[in-house]
């Protein structure tokens, strides 16, 4: 996750920008330097104790960091890789009706490998190095690639909730597959191109610089943290004057709010504006399936279970009457259905079973070519526990989502407005930006190892 701390410059100590790199710079102050010749050799020693301190605490937290990223690229890595390879063999084996699931979920494995293979091991080189060996291109295309990795796996997710609230009213339809796959398909390609344009500028604002003159030391760090530090060494020049120092105030200014508004634009789309799609849309699912919910109970002692159905009493939703009438191929899909959502654990499954393309209409139908009790019976629980498995992985996907990226966002916007409370906690933002990686393992728990079934 890229981390945007902000800057103050009347502390003038460079904060970590997009949680990409540092800069060990001095922290004088702006308006006046820190100055040892007037303290006594008791206060020199307690400022050295404390200095002391600190760089322990410091080495410390690096060493916890790197212990969540290293934790996360090994567990990680191997579940992305045996989700995306299961995606891609079940994804093969659909020559005509292509599954918009499985395309949803080999889009978020690609997503979250970039995280784990690009964004991750950098993160872990730079933590022990705290300096940039990549040069000038690896430093543009390292901060455009991680960004874009995280844009692109919060429009993943925001693509799935969106694809939750048509299966969700579409839960007892088989006539919406195909065009629930064209759908998700435009709606990633949507998604692949808007993160890609909104981390375009992270190549032009990253670039490579040497903040010491006489010490070999590289970072790859933001032009606002450049721009900011070149005007702190100028305003301490001794040589420069009082009108030049407020020209320099006022630039830092402007700077620190183009610096704001940057960093305000990164938030909105890689969390808030997706985290609002996904609880609005979780909240349509589960006021539709409460909906679906009620309709079944008041229906089902009229018409589910009448243990005397005539055929001809209900209503076919295609055209293929003599096909959809045949009890071995009602027979055999109902019961296919039925054993799918047993296993499943996943609503997604169930509905991207249900779309047979040897058949295409209604449960509902199905239940009358059997023109008996069992089927209808097993239809309409079988569309029940569907919508079970519907709610509960909606339930967890937003509590998911919600605890591993909305408390590193909300700490980082506290900070970027000046909170006083961020100075206590401004440490700790390295830990949550880490934990946002641990995401990466949560999903193909959710969408895919766990949640795929087997065939038989």
């Given at each position: 996750m890229d981390d945007?701390?902000?800057?103050?410059?009347?502390?003038?100590k460079f904060q970590t920008f997009f949680c990409l790199y540092k800069l060990q710079l001095p922290s004088n102050?702006?308006?006046?330097?820190?100055?040892?010749?007037?303290?006594t050799l008791e206060q020199l020693e307690e400022a050295n104790a404390l200095k002391e301190a600190e760089e322990i605490s410091e080495i410390l937290r690096i060493k916890i960091e790197v212990c969540i990223y290293v934790v996360v690229f090994f567990i990680g890595g191997p579940l992305n890789l045996m989700a995306l390879s299961k995606s891609l063999r079940a994804f093969s084996r659909t020559h005509k009706a292509k599954s918009q699931i499985l395309l949803l979920r080999i889009t978020l494995n690609l997503a979250d490998l970039m995280t784990l293979f690009?964004?991750?091991?950098?993160?872990?080189?730079?933590?022990?190095?705290?300096?940039?060996?990549?040069?000038?291109f690896l430093c543009r295309a390292c901060a455009f690639f991680s960004t874009f990795s995280f844009y692109l796996n919060s429009f993943v997710i925001a693509c799935i909730a969106i694809d939750r609230v048509f299966g969700a009213y579409n839960i007892s339809s088989l006539n919406a597959h195909r065009k629930a796959y064209i759908r998700c398909r435009n709606l990633l390609g949507c998604g692949w191109i808007l993160a890609f344009l909104l981390s375009l500028p992270q190549a032009v604002v990253f670039t490579t610089t040497s903040p010491y003159e006489k010490i070999e030391f590289k970072q790859c760090a933001t032009i606002f943290m450049i721009f900011l530090h070149e005007k702190r060494i100028e305003y301490q020049?001794?040589?420069?004057?009082?009108?030049?120092?407020?020209?320099?105030?006022?630039?830092?200014?402007?700077?620190?709010?183009w610096e704001k508004l940057y960093a305000i634009n990164h938030f909105l789309f890689v969390f808030w504006i997706p985290c609002i799609i996904i609880v609005g849309s979780y909240i349509v699912v589960l006021l539709i399936l409460q909906g679906h919910l009620k309709q079944d109970k008041s229906s089902s002692s009229s018409s589910c279970f009448n243990f005397r159905v005539k055929s001809s009493d209900l209503t076919l939703d295609d055209t293929q009457s003599t096909t959809t009438r045949s009890p071995t191929r009602s027979t055999y899909l109902l019961q296919q259905e039925e054993?799918?959502?047993l296993r499943s654990s996943?609503?997604?499954?169930?509905?991207?079973?249900?779309?047979?393309?040897?058949?295409?209409?209604?449960?509902?139908?199905?239940?009358?070519?059997?023109?008996?009790?069992?089927?209808?019976?097993?239809?309409?629980?079988?569309?029940?526990?569907?919508?079970?498995?519907?709610?509960r992985q909606a339930a967890l996907i937003i509590v998911a989502y919600l605890c591993i990226w909305s408390p590193y966002n909300l700490f980082t916007v506290l900070n970027l407005f000046g909170m006083p409370i961020m100075e206590e906690l401004r440490h700790f933002l390295s830990f949550l930006n880490a934990a946002i990686c641990v995401n990466t393992v949560v999903n193909p728990i959710i969408y895919g190892v766990f949640a795929m079934p087997s065939r038989k």
């Open positions: 945007y701390l902000g800057t103050s410059f009347l502390s003038v102050s702006r308006l006046m330097s820190y100055s040892n010749e007037n303290l690009l964004y991750v091991p950098k993160q872990i080189i730079w933590l022990i190095t705290y300096q940039w060996y990549g040069g000038e020049d001794p040589s420069t004057s009082d009108i030049r120092r407020e020209e320099i105030d006022a630039e830092a200014a402007s700077m620190e709010r054993s799918f959502a996943s609503s997604y499954d169930f509905e991207s079973h249900q779309s047979h393309p040897t058949r295409q209409g209604s449960i509902k139908s199905r239940a009358s070519s059997g023109g008996g009790t069992k089927f209808g019976a097993m239809a309409v629980t079988t569309i029940h526990r569907a919508k079970q498995h519907a709610k």
